[in-house]
């Protein structure tokens, strides 16, 4: 095997007293167990993968449940955990950092934190927080200041905020969901526009973003400060709003899934990502093997590997390593 050099822009982290909280709390994410973490258990599969680098995040559920106090504490514990891992193998690891929304003021103050001190890659978000989706009025002071930071921001399913249906685990569907509510709901509050320097990843190829993609269009037109940019693009794809967003392909790189991604996304706005540890290694193992079987042309597939990402993390490029 040759050196990894892939960039998992979707890799998890589970701090140990994060684990330690979440099993005090008796929370499944999505549904599932909490997988145990390690960097010795990260470094082995990104090694299987061909990853040089994973960009560490907090999944589901994140740290705020009511008390944001609380919220400030652990966010605080988990990006300092996140920082000493990547300093110790800055080359390996990235971060984006875990922020306490809905609670806009910690928010606030632990992205600066996070950026400035910590120096972090990037923020993660939930798709939505306490059932407020990212195009909330309430969320623009954080958004403004990630504007202005031209800040990378991951957007990370959470639980959808109705019951859930039972027999179907909410990685199933729910998770896509969250994330397509939470891209609507940045374009029609004119959030992509507003705020265009924050470069937003969405998780899981944009979850149904891509095989609506008309739909959301055609929402557009009924709203008068869009309406011509939804027009715009269902004359030229390349004027689409979607093609502002960055896409993983986590979980989502199959023959099924690829073919709407690659028609709806600028191919120079995907990238590549697992969902370790928190996807079973099996299927990881399944649709790396579907992706690499896929008839992309080889920039295209070298853009997604890596290209796209240096683009985005420019500590990661071969000369500033």
């Known amino acids: 095997m040759g050196r990894p050099y892939r960039i998992d822009t979707h890799q998890h982290i589970v701090p140990p007293g994060y684990a330690r909280w979440m099993l005090e709390k008796g929370i499944r994410p999505g549904g599932i167990g909490l997988p145990s973490w390690s960097e010795r258990s990260a470094l082995k599969f990104m090694d299987r993968h061909d990853v040089q680098t994973g960009i560490l995040s907090l999944s589901t559920p994140g740290v705020y449940f009511g008390d944001a106090a609380e919220a400030r504490r652990r966010a605080r514990e988990i990006n300092e955990y996140s920082a000493e891992v990547v300093a110790a193998r800055p080359e390996r690891f990235g971060f984006f950092a875990t922020l306490t929304l809905p609670d806009v003021q910690g928010a606030l103050a632990e992205a600066q934190y996070a950026l400035d001190t910590l120096l972090a890659d990037g923020i993660v978000l939930l798709a939505n927080n306490a059932g407020r989706y990212l195009g909330n009025p309430g969320f623009e002071p954080l958004l403004e200041f990630l504007h202005h930071r031209r800040a990378v921001v991951f957007i990370h399913p959470a639980e959808l905020p109705a019951p859930a249906v039972p027999g179907i685990p909410a990685f199933a569907a729910d998770f896509l969901l969250d994330t397509t509510r939470t891209a609507i709901s940045l374009i029609l509050s004119g959030a992509m526009e507003k705020f265009s320097g924050i470069r937003f990843i969405l998780a899981h190829a944009g979850g149904f973003v891509p095989?609506?993609?008309?739909?959301?269009?055609?929402?557009?037109?009924?709203?008068?400060?869009?309406?011509?940019?939804?027009?715009?693009a269902l004359g030229d794809k390349k004027q689409s709003i979607l093609r502002r967003f960055y896409y993983d392909v986590a979980l989502s790189a199959s023959p099924a899934a690829l073919p709407s991604l690659l028609e709806v996304a600028d191919p120079g706005r995907i990238t590549y990502g697992t969902d370790f540890p928190f996807a079973p290694s099996a299927a990881i193992d399944f649709l790396n093997m579907e992706y690499e079987n896929y008839p992309l042309d080889p920039s295209v597939r070298a853009a997604i590997d890596r290209g796209n990402s240096e683009a985005l993390f420019p500590r990661l490029r071969p000369e500033q390593t």
């Open 211 to 232: 095989y609506i993609a008309y739909r959301i269009l055609l929402t557009m037109l009924n709203n008068k400060d869009l309406a011509l940019s939804a027009l715009a």
